[in-house]
């Protein structure tokens, strides 16, 4: 694979980088993730994405992975990455591996959503780094409280109301270079409309 990490897209702009893994067979979907993802629309379900997808999520599990996303960091000059905007955290060990890589790489910020409260420990340890932001995804279905990271991600969708988020919330436009990054910058929970 020539390059593990993606340049942005029109939403993020081509300052942030972007790696994605497979939606499902990564995350714990519910039902309401199963019926609304936007990974399973557009241009996700390209076959050269999904299978550009298949292939970071097998470089993911190399031992030297983290040698090979810190030298592509380095190498690309990159200085904001956005981790799964298809995909999730899939093991404790996958979640440490990007503990080492925003620890080797501190000039460069990092932010993902999860919805993996099963690796919530492993979850924390990562959000308390001072370059990555890590927001737990809600949804309408989400009726249990969060798992303690701090922020939210909270789609717009019924029933998010009843959603017990501390602290106040920053309403998303899509246009990331239009906002200054606001969400890079700032630890505070953010409300993305659906897409």
């Not at 939403?11 to 979907?29: E, H, W, Y």
């Not at 199963?34 to 993911?60: E, I, M």
């Not at 380095?74 to 093991?91: T, W």
């Not at 959603?163 to 953010?190: E, L, S």
Request: glycine letters at 6%; one cysteine or more; aromatic letters at 8%.
């Amino acid at each position: 694979m020539r390059h593990l990490l993606i340049k942005g897209n029109t939403k993020m702009g081509l300052d942030v980088f972007i790696f994605n893994l497979p939606p499902l067979s990564t995350c714990r979907p519910t039902h309401w993730c199963r019926a609304n993802c936007y990974a399973l629309k557009g241009n996700f379900r390209f076959p050269s994405v999904s299978r550009a997808a298949k292939k970071r999520h097998s470089a993911s599990q190399l031992p030297n992975f983290v040698d090979m996303v810190v030298e592509e960091i380095g190498r690309r000059h990159v200085a904001m990455v956005r981790l799964h905007s298809s995909g999730d955290f899939y093991s404790r060990a996958y979640v440490r591996k990007w503990i080492e890589v925003a620890r080797r790489c501190p000039k460069t910020i990092f932010r993902t959503t999860t919805k993996r409260r099963d690796l919530a420990k492993e979850i924390r340890q990562l959000n308390r780094l001072p370059n990555f932001i890590v927001r737990e995804s809600l949804d309408c279905s989400s009726s249990q409280p969060t798992m303690g990271i701090g922020l939210a991600m909270v789609d717009n969708v019924p029933g998010v109301k009843e959603q017990a988020i501390q602290g106040k919330i920053f309403r998303c436009i899509n246009n990331c270079p239009a906002c200054g990054y606001t969400c890079w910058k700032k630890r505070q929970n953010v409300c993305f409309a659906p897409h």
